[in-house]
């Protein structure tokens, strides 16, 4: 099953950091999630996107999970030579995780 | 003109989220909404230096370049109901800004007055042997500093309230402040009840990006479906005393607003959900509660704040080169490959000027699209990586086409903190001609 089945995601950025927002579609699968998604396999997935560290928040009330992305490849949104410069995209990426 | 009994509760509607955002959403809600304020939010971080530019070689510009585009339609409509308008258009130039819209105002014949925020930017008092938060090197090693603005709180915007403006313009200002500042001044929250402002400082947040919150950069056909995107409504919120907030959008809009699309909202950019740090407060969203209360209604409450930060964050924008920017393609069998090769044939050929290219084949295997692109100072330099790849149409593998080449100048973005006795803030009040001062 792929996250995406599962979840819906929102990136934002700053500068070179990057927040993905990860929602389940029913509440009931957010312990699911805990347990699956941890910050060490959504580094891992990201890689080479992200360069730097994933830190994971759980918000339980709003059964949410908050990845805070740092060094995101490309230098952030002003002076980066990717096609996404924001790092948008990375939302999409990481629905394509394999759970 | 202040309200003179603190209200009990305050609709407050977004009418832009970004630059580039729809004007009839914005129309459609202040005709339709019975709103108390207005807020349109339309600056991004690196859009003042840009704006500082433009200001360079015109000092009557600076200032959003849709300002008129935006308001025209919209100011008529909201001040005949009544409905206050706020804006960050005022960007580099928040004078001219200011002259602009009471130009419109003035041939629209409207006595409303205008407030002009003001005290942003700090260039001319800007340490640049100060470290960026970004990489701790002096902000003067990032190239030529062309902008420098701090990001005021709601404080700044709140005397332009009291003096009864009904258009508000400001430049850098904390996007949640454009929405605190109105809904403190009319619940009657004092700056001091953390609390009351962290939860007016979540409405901003939930607001600030507009469609974002009604189902705007969510629909996925199949997963997340979104009713009637091409006419995406834009929200509200109806905001107690307490700070509780429902949100909402007009009834035979397009979009969706549920618990889904509010907590991905709720938690965009945010870095650290115990502390999300404005000039106003830090707001802990840790407690908050987002529960669907009817058809596209939500209620958020549960915010929590503690006392704001004493120095405020300062974004500082530098020239950072030309980024040029050059794609080909190729379709049929085997086009990944002749991508490849394309891509190796420009490597080479590009080896050895000092430029860090990225150079990647992107789409599939029948459809693949060569992109080259680059930043640097060279003009000369950066010419070679448009030849190269357009070069590829006579030298290059079969079949390539669809050749562009694009150059811009990039603009970077770093940030600092300041003491906030270093800013400050004024207001200027603009009244129609022939209205006592």
């Known amino acids: 099953m792929l996250l995406h089945d599962l979840a819906h995601c929102r990136a934002g950025d700053k500068g070179r950091v990057a927040t993905l927002t990860v929602v389940p579609y029913d509440d009931d699968a957010f312990p699911e999630l805990v347990r699956a998604l941890t910050a060490e396999r959504v580094r891992a997935h990201l890689d080479p996107w992200v360069a730097g560290e994933v830190v994971r928040h759980e918000l339980p009330l709003v059964c949410a999970l908050q990845f805070v992305c740092t060094d995101v490849r490309g230098g952030g949104v002003t002076v980066s030579t990717a096609l996404d410069t924001h790092g948008k995209s990375l939302s999409s990426r990481l629905l394509a995780i394999e759970l | 003109m202040a309200d003179p009994v603190a209200r009990t509760t305050v609709r407050i509607g977004a009418g832009a989220g970004f630059a580039g955002d729809r004007v009839d959403p914005a129309v459609d809600l202040a005709a339709h909404g019975a709103l108390d304020d207005l807020v349109l939010e339309c600056l991004a971080e690196r859009t003042i230096a840009l704006g500082q530019q433009r200001r360079l070689a015109d000092p009557d510009a600076g200032h959003d370049p849709r300002l008129h585009a935006r308001l025209a339609p919209l100011l008529p409509v909201a001040l005949e109901r009544g409905t206050r308008v706020l804006t960050n258009m005022g960007a580099a130039n928040p004078v001219a ?160 607003l549920d618990r889904h699309t509010v907590r991905e909202q709720l938690l965009y950019e945010v870095t650290d959900p115990a502390g999300y740090v404005t000039p106003d407060v830090l707001l802990d969203l840790r407690g908050v509660r987002v529960e669907d209360a009817g058809a596209d209604r939500v209620r958020v409450h549960g915010a929590r704040g503690r006392p704001r930060p004493d120095r405020l964050k300062v974004t500082v924008g530098h020239r950072a080169g030309t980024r040029v920017e050059a794609e080909i393609s190729y379709v049929g069998p085997g086009a990944e490959a002749r991508g490849r090769l394309a891509a190796d044939v420009v490597a080479t050929r590009l080896a050895g000027l000092p430029l860090a290219p990225r150079i990647e084949v992107r789409g599939g295997p029948e459809d693949a699209r060569l992109r080259v692109a680059a930043r640097g100072e060279d003009p000369t330099v950066l010419d070679a990586v448009g030849h190269e790849v357009e070069a590829l149409y006579t030298n290059g593998p079969a079949g390539g086409g669809g050749v562009r080449v694009h150059r811009t100048p990039v603009l970077g973005v770093v940030s600092t903190l300041v003491p906030r006795s270093a800013v400050h803030p004024r207001t200027t009040i603009l009244e129609a001609v022939g209205a006592a001062a």
């Open chain 2, 97 to 256: 800004a200011g002259r602009a819209v009471r130009a419109l105002l003035d041939d629209l014949g409207a006595r409303a007055s205008v407030g002009v925020v003001t005290g942003d930017d700090v260039l001319d008092v800007l340490d640049l042997d100060a470290p960026a938060l970004e990489d701790g090197r002096p902000l003067r090693e990032h190239g030529e500093i062309v902008s420098a603005n701090a990001y005021l709180g709601a404080d700044a915007i709140t005397p332009a309230l009291e003096a009864g403006a009904q258009v508000v313009v400001t430049g850098r200002v904390a996007d949640p402040s454009l929405f605190l500042a109105p809904l403190a001044q009319r619940l009657g929250w004092a700056p001091d009840d953390v609390d009351a402002t962290a939860a007016g400082t979540l409405v901003g947040h939930l607001l600030e990006c507009a469609g974002q919150l009604t189902g705007g950069y969510a629909a996925d056909p199949g997963r997340f479906d979104v009713p009637d995107l091409a006419r995406l409504g834009f929200p509200f919120a109806d905001v107690a005393a307490d700070g509780s907030a429902v949100y909402g959008k007009l009834d035979g809009t397009g979009g969706r």
